[in-house]
């Protein structure tokens, strides 16, 4: 069975930096490309960051290149998300997907950023 | 960047009848849309790849249609546990990926 499992989440101030953790399971972790999509508290569904399988290929939208860093542990079967800057705007629920090319076929459950002071 | 309009924000429907959802890009996609179902408090989940490509575990009562613009997920008869929001997503700008705001399907 294909799991996701996100942690990391929390309270965190604007300005300051956090890092997501995915734990994968029930599949071959390092042939697949993994992305991290966001949602936010009016449930838009925003895709935040793109890792290709063997982590040398990464994509972010414009709008986050610079603050957010996608990055994979193969080894570990772990995906991450290094967040800086962070601004109120980015208050949302983080979910890790695998992508299958351009769509996502397994999603997580999430974890939650909360940006206020 | 290419917008997705769902359409419409919520749709109301008994148990039974048949529903679409609408998704209509700013530019042509070609057949380059997905839909996901997302129920309360649960994550999203794929249901049609490519504008009408099954997907393996998702009931057969669910069915996407169109290319270009315009694109239509269809539920046959709709089910108590269809409750849920809807999205579509699209893959033609690769890696730029982007969703629609969503469709909220509730019980009459």
Redesign the interface.
């Known amino acids: 069975e294909v799991k996701l499992v996100e942690s990391g989440g929390g309270l965190v101030q604007p300005g300051g930096s956090l890092k997501l953790s995915c734990a994968a399971s029930g599949f071959t972790f390092s042939s697949y490309t993994m992305s991290w999509?966001r949602q936010t508290p009016e449930?838009?569904?925003?895709?935040v960051a793109?890792i290709s399988n063997g982590g040398g290929s990464t994509?972010y939208?414009?709008t986050l290149k610079g603050r957010f860093i996608i990055s994979r542990d193969n080894a570990k079967n772990t995906l991450y998300l290094q967040m800086s800057s962070l601004k109120s705007e980015d208050t949302a629920m983080y979910?890790c997907?695998r992508s299958?090319?351009?769509?996502?076929?397994?999603?997580?459950?999430?974890t939650t950023l909360t940006v206020s002071s | 960047d290419i917008l997705l309009t769902q359409s419409p924000a919520i749709l109301s429907v008994s148990p039974g009848e048949r529903v679409s959802f609408s998704c209509r890009a700013s530019q042509n996609i070609g057949t380059?849309i997905?839909w996901?179902q997302q129920r309360t408090n649960g994550?999203?989940?794929?249901l049609i790849?490519y504008a009408s490509e099954s997907?393996s575990g998702i009931p057969s009562r669910f069915s996407g249609s169109g290319s270009g613009t315009d694109f239509t997920l269809s539920i046959n008869s709709v089910e108590s546990e269809d409750i849920a929001?809807y999205?579509c997503?699209q893959?033609n700008s690769?890696?730029?990926?982007?969703?629609g705001?969503?469709t909220k399907l509730e019980l009459k």
């Open positions: 999509v449930k838009r569904l925003e895709w793109y994509y939208p414009d979910y997907a299958v090319v351009a769509h996502f076929d397994y999603w997580g459950q999430g | 380059s997905h996901y994550s999203p989940r794929l790849k997907i929001d999205y997503q893959s690769w890696p730029t990926l982007t969703f705001a969503g």
